[in-house]
């Protein structure tokens, strides 16, 4: 009779408190314990899920548990069966493990049916009673689809439980002959009849990081760093369009404005636009991006008060970074820019007489030219072709934030396999790809290379369903025996 309560006994406080298990556990400061509780039908994929959710939390640092509404019943709630009381009594057991688990610092993962909404809520009260954070999360599948997917059959090897319970043979079967009794105002709902299982993850993950379960740092690395595209709105662009008369005018190069499309398209986010002096001498002599603040005055100190970087772009850690990407001008041009000790605020950026992006807040600062090639080179051999590309360019550098005004094509037949990184980001999506593997490559392939592919391919295979080949042809300077590279294009 689970009616009888427990008598005579005194709950007994803890010397270790939350934060101080947080310390401890995990590799992120701060304690994260809470309880998401799946809930759905048989083969809704709630497990599916939250396995791997389990999965990812667990490889970046973040403890993690998943409970399982069969594998309990293997052990804590092995004695009990499946009619109603049962069921009570299986959601309370599972709550109370969760608490603890979560009290401890942990992310449980509980996927059960849990069909009644009084045990769910039951099982929400005994976290709040802790004050432990618990959300409810709906896997919102149809009927139809669960009997489809047929769950169980790899596993045991009988015949379809749905199929059994039409039949008869399964008495209490949640949405046969057993209410399912679906949550009003779920905290998540996960379609996973229509959307992707990469989604359905995807979505609570998105989840997590709302409620702060999900670190800054974590979210990104699972999420892959933001794209900051520098194009402007239709809006915007009319407002600069008007004014582009009075902007002085910077003529670029065609190097130039292959440094500007990788700008425009978040290649380099979380750039703002051509490197200030203060980026650049983090690229220069440490191979890294620090900050994307906009100062550098006195050597030694940063003047960034209330032009700090914008938080949405601000870095959580280092960024590898070991180019400098910088536009250099003349001393003409120099001249041309500047409104006594000031900078012109918006300048334009030309190329072939069409003006293709604004540079605002510009800052002008020396190009010293041989230190530049000596750290990023080790040599300054101008036989080297980009050497002496750097040092025959101007003695100057351009930086500041762009604005780019329209999408740079170069109309050579190409333009429709540059893909952006939110493009390809896109195909990958659709494709439902759970890994992508990149070959990067300067002349034609060969077996050599095919090789290499296809074994890359096979061995991802054994970690992963649907890898894809992002293959990603470089053009550049060739010898001069060799053939130009856009005839091997």
Known sequence: DYGIGATNVTFQQHKVGREDRARVLGRHIGFRGCTIWFTGLSGAGKTTIA??????????????????????????????GFSK???????????????????????????????????????????????????????????????????????????????KARAGELKGFTGIDSVYEAPEKPDLTLESGIE???????????????????????????????????????????KILKRMNSFPKVQLTKIDLEWLQVLAEGWASPLPGFMRERQYLQCLHHGLLLDIKKKCSTPGISRTKDIEEDSLWSLNEPLNQSIPIVLPIDDATKFKLMDGHSISPEIALVYNNDVVAVVKDGEIFEHRKEERVARQFGIIDPRHPTIKQILESGNWLLGGDVQVLKRIQYNDGL?????????????????????????????????????????????????????????????????VCFLHYFVFY
């Open 415 to 479: 333009d429709c396999y540059r893909m952006s990184p939110l493009e390809l980001r896109n195909v990958f999506a659709k494709a439902n790809c759970d890994a992508v593997f990149a070959f990067q490559l300067r002349n034609p392939i060969h077996n050599g290379h095919a090789l290499l592919m296809q074994n890359t391919r096979e061995q991802l295979l054994t970690k992963y369903k649907n890898p894809m080949l992002l293959l990603h042809p470089l053009g550049g300077w060739t010898k």
């Open 196 to 238: 992707s299982e990469a989604e359905s993850i995807r979505k609570v993950l998105d989840f997590l990081f709302e409620k702060n379960v999900l670190p800054a740092k974590v979210y990104q690395q699972i999420s892959g760093p933001p794209i900051r595209e520098l194009y402007v709105d239709g809006e915007s662009k009319n």
């Open 85 to 163: 009381e049962e069921r009570r009594e299986n959601i309370r057991r599972v709550a109370e493990v969760a608490k603890l688990f979560a009290d401890m610092g942990i992310v449980a993962l509980a996927s059960f049916i849990s069909p009644y909404k009084d045990d769910r809520d039951d099982a929400r009260s005994i976290h709040n009673q802790d004050s432990l954070p618990f959300f409810e999360l709906y896997v919102n599948t149809p009927l139809k689809i669960c009997e489809l997917r047929d769950p169980k059959r790899a596993v045991y090897h009988v015949i379809d439980l749905y199929k």
């Open 51 to 80: 396995f791997a959710v389990e999965k990812i939390l667990t490889q970046f640092g973040i403890p993690a548990y998943a409970l399982d509404g069969d594998n309990v019943r293997h052990g804590l709630c092995k004695n009990l």
